[in-house]
């Protein structure tokens, strides 16, 4: 098929993007380059370096069969004191993408949605048909979108599919995290690992969990991808689907820290700092839905071997 990547040079969008050239597909990438990097985009796809305001005549061009949608700003602190830069380019910018997918006659389209538009949980594992009620601007700004899809599916005939990521983390064909500003947990412990940073800030070890600190569920980036795969081609025309993608397994800030001491074989001193706005004492995914709709099934549910990978890239980077 030929696909349109919008956001392929940043973490997660280049390493769908290397899964989809190795399946076959003929990838252009659309990316302005704020975030990501050109030298991440896999050798063998296009890279357009435009915004998404401005991508009508790359797809005027391409003519893409499908559309898989990464590019966004994805700091929730940020998100909180430069809300305008999420609204625009989080929800402008999708808009101005989904114009250019229907002036081109591409109805296709794999969003990259978040477990953050759930915002608190009622309860754990969440389900899909959990209340939407986002603490912060970035899940606010992906909940639109999440809402535009399904106006567009009904109006236009868009065939399309939201995937809410839990904590994406783990790396695959040689392309990991590396963000200007880190803020993620396992890249952040790996740094301490080795010794870029003096140590790691556990931020709150008060929470009601057996450890006392906060649950996550770390989904591999190569399963992430293969979800990616399967959802292209899994709506029909008018439908939007939603599913959450995670392990369904959670793992604690503590348990993370002592993989990466385990992996790495250095010390990763912590401190105990206070607990960090906005972070929910445990979010697990109930992935049900996707397993069972599509058959998608994580090969890597094992931490140490999520942060293996990790570090194994990071490290042939240094
Ligand atoms: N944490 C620390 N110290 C650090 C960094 C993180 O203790 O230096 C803790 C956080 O408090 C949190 C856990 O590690 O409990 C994971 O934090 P991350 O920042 O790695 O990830 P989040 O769970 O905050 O965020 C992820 C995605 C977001 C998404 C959110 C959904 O990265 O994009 O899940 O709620 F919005």
Redesign the pocket.
Known sequence: MRVLVAGGAGYIGSVVTAGLLAAGHEVTVLDDLSTGHADAVPSGATLAAVSLHDSAPVLADVRPEAVLHFAAK?L?GVSQQRPHEYWDTNVGGSLALLEAMRAADCRRIVFSS???T?GEPESVPIREDAPTRPT?T??ASKLAVDHMLTSYAVAHGFAAVSLR????AGAAYGLGERHATE????P?ALEVAAGKREA?????EDYPTPDG????DYVHVEDLADAHLLALSAPAEGEHRIYNLGNGTGFS?QE?VDAAREVTGHPVPVVV?A??AG??AQ?VASSDLIRSDLGWAPRHTDLAGIVRDAWDVARTRA
């Not at 990521?165 to 994406?168: D, S």
């Not at 790691?200 to 709150?204: A, C, E, F, R």
């Open positions: 994805s929730v978040t477990a953050a759930y912060n970035y899940g990521y839990f904590n994406v803020t993620h947990l396992i952040i790691l800030t556990i931020y709150g600190t906060c649950i996550r800030v993370v700092g607990r960090r972070d929910p979010l």
